[in-house]
Structures are given as C-alpha cells and as structure tokens.
C-alpha cells in the first residue's frame, strides 16, 4: 500500500523505519512544525522528520492539519491508508476521509483502557500489573475507533514510563507493520472496543507530578516513577524544587514523620504516609542532576526538617 506515516517523537520513529522497512510505501509523512530545542532555542525538526528527511520522504509540517493546504495536498498524494503514532495534533474528518482505507493509530494501552494523551504514564501510577499497544481506527471520537489487533506487556516493579514506553514502541511498531499487512490482503477487520473498562489518561501536568509525602510508599514511588522522564517528579525543600529520579522502596523503617529527612552513610531516607523510602539521585534547582547521599552532603538538613513543606518558587 502507499501510505502516509503520521508522527513526531522519538517513540514514533520505531514504527517509521518498521514501516519503510516493510513492503508497504511511504510516500510523504505527517510531523509536527519544527520546534524550539536547547539552549539556543533554535527550530528544529522533530524526529521524525529528521527520519523521513534522510530517508528523503516529502515530509508535511502544517501548522493545523486542517489547514486548506495540507488537506489539498493530502488528496493529491491519494494515500491507500494513514499510520498515526503519537502526533499530537486532531485529525480532522475531512483528512480522515482521504485514505482509503483510513487512518491507523497505533496507541500505548489495551484499550479501553487509558484513552488519552498519557496512557503509559497511567498505567504506571495506577499500579498496573499488564498494559500493551492497540493498533485502531482512528475516527474524531478520544482513541473509541475499532480495534484492528494488540500486544501485551508487563509492568516491571521499577519500570518508570520512558522504560516501558521504549519496549511498547519496539513491539509497537511490529503490530503495526502486521496491521497495514492484514489491511492490505483483507485478512484483518478491525472489531469495536468493548463498552466496560473505559478509563481516562490526560496528560500529566508539573502540578500533578509534585510528591506528596503523606501518601503511602507505594504511590510515591508510582508517582515518581510515571513522571520520569515526563514532566519529571519533584518536591520542595527550603523553598526551592528539587527533582526526583525514581526511588528505592524500603520496609521496616516506620516511626519517620512523612517528608522528615534522614540522612545515613548507606542513604538518604524521606517518611511516607506509610515508611521510609530511599532517594535515587536528585536535581536541585538551578544544579546538575547528582546522588542524593552529595545532595545531602552539602546542604546538611537539620534534625526534623522536612521535604515538602513549604511552597517552591515558580
């Protein structure tokens, strides 16, 4: 089939290359407009179309894909059918139509679980035992289209999103390739999803990534490890942020107030609603990412003083 391929990070660019890997055809892919990056601020172009430009595909960067010139162009390529790994923008129903046999989406969970923006990192805070990818079609409603086929994968006790996110775009892309194939040959039908089991992923903002040390050691370290890499977990301490990679749960250490630091030679623990947990490496604000052991070396907390109490600067 000729396809467009629509798409724009990182975790988009497995499925690309699987796809123009594949016996299927690329002729053109749908990215993001070049975006500010590092220091200097300067546009660049996202993954994907750093991919498709060396590849030398006709990469499309509309501002809207509803844009008239997008739309005009979109027809004149006349895709068989239309791939979507994370995006980040709305199909309109007037691009939706073009190809035909539709536009794919490849989504991070079983649906109906997790439709939204931040399936991953959900399934993840929720605790989650197994999440998977969904290849579906794709139509105006939140990720509600037809499933075409999935895979699973388990969550490991200590996989953060990035972790689980890079294995589910490696067998993601893989569904995706057999998807397109199943389309091509009329050997797959897409089935719709299931009314029961529908739950809500948006996106995970900085607030909701704040540490609350009252919450048990569990759903701290489920809510530090679903925020990294993204938006990345953090807490406060003298009135600045500071920023957690993920940490070490720890039993038996009860009697520590929750947010108290205690710093010893094998660590640095923090009381929970529940107990003790052991930092990982923390990144105070305005310094460099290092071990929480050297965190606590130089600002030396006092007897009692706490992690997240008091309101960090904006």
């Known amino acids: 089939m000729r396809v467009l391929f629509a798409g724009t990070p990182d975790v988009a660019v497995p499925s690309l290359r699987a796809v123009m890997d594949s016996r299927h055809d690329v002729v053109a892919v749908l990215t993001r407009p070049d975006a500010p990056a590092g220091r200097g601020r300067k546009l660049t172009p996202s993954p994907v179309a750093t991919v498709a430009e060396e590849a030398g595909v006709e990469v499309l960067k509309p501002a809207k894909p509803r844009d008239p010139e997008f739309l005009e162009r979109l027809a004149a390529i006349g895709p068989d059918c239309a791939p979507v790994v994370a995006y980040g923008g709305l199909i309109p129903q007037a691009a939706l139509d073009v190809p035909t046999h539709g536009w794919v989406n490849l989504h991070f969970s079983l649906l109906p679980a997790w439709r939204g923006a931040a399936p991953v990192q959900h399934a993840v805070l929720a605790g989650d035992d197994v999440t998977g990818a969904c290849t579906f079609q794709l139509e105006e409603g939140l990720d509600t289209g037809p499933v075409y086929g999935l895979v699973t994968e388990d969550i490991r006790p200590t996989d953060t999103s990035g972790d689980l996110l890079a294995r589910l775009a490696k067998s993601g892309a893989t569904l995706l390739t057999r998807t397109l194939d199943g389309i091509e040959d009329g050997s797959l039908r897409a089935e719709p999803q299931p009314d029961d089991g529908v739950s809500l992923a948006p996106k995970l903002t900085a607030e909701d990534a704040q540490v609350d040390w009252t919450a048990p050691a569990m759903r701290v370290d489920r809510l530090v490890r679903a925020c990294t890499p993204a938006p990345g977990a953090w807490t406060t301490f003298r009135g600045e942020r500071l920023k957690l990679q993920p940490i070490q749960l720890e039993r038996g250490r009860d009697g520590i107030a ?57």
């Not at 010893?264 to 460099?288: I, M, W």
């Open 258 to 314: 929750a947010g108290e630091i205690i710093v010893e030679k094998t660590g640095v623990r923090v009381g929970t609603g529940s107990h003790a947990v052991v930092l990982g490496d923390v990144k105070p604000q305005g310094k460099r990412e290092m071990p929480a052991t050297d965190w606590a070396r130089g600002v030396r907390p006092e007897p009692g003083e706490r992690l997240g109490h008091e309101t960090a600067d904006a």
